[in-house]
């Protein structure tokens, strides 16, 4: 039984969250409306690259084919490893298979994985809040996308957010040096493109499995911090603007139930009625049967609200 003084202190708590996120949003300081060279460089060498993968000449089945497995393999790496296992750690894993989801997960060129985490966690903790990195009262696509491309002050505390990680040797190189992990990719793409000779050849092969999967990733994933938050439905009562969308669940693996996941940040299932649709969860289910997953949380039907 929750006792008088802590449902005391949770209803004050609410209060205070939802005063925060109804208050008028201030103008942001000028650090955070100078745009970042590097950041915002890399996303436009990105996109226009990926526009030039639809082509005609660089279409091939083999190039589709490519997209679609490393499509799976970087959504799976963000959404079962860096996402649930790693920021909110929902169930217990081998340390090599951790390893290996954090390093797909890294394949996403989201930042590293010390960064992603951090951020993830600030972001619930602040969801909506004038201090909230992709505060969605900001705008639509200031969550969407706008707030990565300048000064990012919740990344002053990231000792705070992912001290657990910064502790790790393999977390710090990965967080160093995520962007290395697509030099493989790229050879062996190019090699494989030439070699076969498909239509196209090998550019067009890492045209299609580099940037224009890396395009539709980002904005896939950017779409759980602005679409979620303005289009769908709430089991949950939430002190946000956190909702449930089926199309963002479809396409993010079930990242999409955005509403149940911030009523419950710590269960491994985030579709929680028969109808919500969870892919990421039927990869946790199929993990727990090989005995790669354990101590899996998850939240009850009874948990959401009639």
């Not at 990012?152 to 001290?163: E, T």
């Not at 990680?165 to 990965?174: E, H, K, Q, T, V």
Request: aromatic content about 14%.
């Amino acid at each position: 039984m929750i006792s008088t003084d802590k449902a005391s202190s949770a209803i004050s708590r609410d209060l205070r969250l939802r005063a925060g996120m109804s208050a008028p949003r201030e103008r942001l300081p000028s650090s955070q409306r100078r745009f970042r060279a590097g950041t915002t460089s890399f996303m436009l060498i990105m996109h226009v690259a990926a526009t030039f993968a639809l082509l005609p000449r660089f279409w091939s089945w083999q190039g589709l084919a490519a997209f679609g497995f490393l499509y799976w393999i970087t959504v799976l790496g963000v959404t079962l490893g860096l996402h649930r296992l790693v920021a909110h750690r929902s169930f217990e894993a081998p340390r090599w298979v951790e390893r290996v989801l954090v390093v797909m997960g890294s394949l996403a060129c989201q930042s590293g994985p010390i960064e992603w985490v951090a951020l993830h966690r600030h972001h619930h903790k602040f969801s909506d809040q004038p201090n909230d990195h992709h505060d969605a009262k900001r705008g639509f696509w200031w969550s969407h996308s706008e707030w990565m491309l300048h000064e990012i002050p919740a990344l002053r505390h990231s000792h705070r957010f992912a001290g657990d990680l910064i502790s790790d040797p393999f977390f710090r190189w990965l967080d160093h040096w995520f962007l290395l992990l697509q030099i493989p990719l790229v050879l062996a793409l190019y090699w494989y493109g030439e070699l076969a000779n498909i239509h196209g050849g090998g550019a067009g092969l890492v045209l299609w499995a580099i940037p224009l999967r890396l395009v539709v990733v980002y904005h896939v994933t950017w779409l759980v911090n602005s679409a979620t938050h303005t289009f769908g439905y709430r089991n949950f009562d939430c002190p946000d603007l956190s909702r449930n969308c089926w199309w963002v669940a479809l396409l993010s693996f079930g990242e999409g139930w955005h509403n149940n996941h911030h009523a419950h940040p710590m269960s491994a299932r985030h579709g929680l009625r028969w109808f919500e649709f969870d892919i990421t969860w039927q990869h946790i289910k199929f993990l727990r049967r090989l005995g790669w997953a354990r101590q899996v949380r998850q939240a009850r039907y009874s948990q959401v609200d009639s």
